[in-house]
């Protein structure tokens, strides 16, 4: 019994962590609403805009490549320093700040991550493009989002899209 409860102890903890009061997620509404995470800084242009539910939801709204060489490209995504490893944002979130941000991540090693992102600007910045980056992914470090650099925007209640021309 006592080796049950030190095994089962850890998850339980683990759990409650992720969770508010009647097993919701906790969200911060820093991030609830809709973002676009492009990546300006090349010749190229990608764009993806996700929807970051005040239910700890995550949905992929839309997504663009200027060269149209991958109409499922997604910004979304981190990778290992080590190798091809890569894990695209999936179906939730969580914060229990306004700094860090958790995403849950599909992997091509086909294992689901938790990936932990530091929002290195203030709140105020938003709108204009915040400083993200990747702190850990289940709590290794070595990630990033290697791909170009990556820029985060709050959109407007309106929302936003991404244009791909």
């Known amino acids: 019994m006592r080796k049950a409860i030190e095994i089962i102890a850890p998850i339980l ?46 949905e992929l709204l839309e997504t663009c490549d200027v060269t149209g060489a991958d109409p499922d490209y997604v910004t979304g995504t981190v990778a290992h320093e080590l190798g091809p490893l890569r894990c695209d944002f ?37 709108a204009e493009g915040a400083t993200v980056s990747v702190v850990d992914v289940d709590g290794e470090t070595g990630w990033d989002h290697r791909a170009f650099a990556w820029r985060w925007i709050k959109c407007p209640a309106e929302g936003c899209t991404a244009i791909c021309q």
């Open 13 to 58: 903890l683990v759990l409650c962590a992720c969770t508010g009061e009647g097993g919701s997620p906790q969200v911060d509404q820093r991030f609830v609403g809709d973002w676009i995470i492009d990546q300006p800084s090349h010749a190229g242009y990608e764009a993806s805009v996700y929807r970051f539910g005040a239910d700890g939801s995550l």
């Open 90 to 126: 999936d179906a939730d979130w969580w914060a229990s700040d306004s700094s860090t941000l958790r995403v849950g991540g599909a992997c091509t090693d086909g294992q689901r991550r938790e990936i932990a992102l530091r929002f290195d600007s203030p709140a105020s910045a938003n």
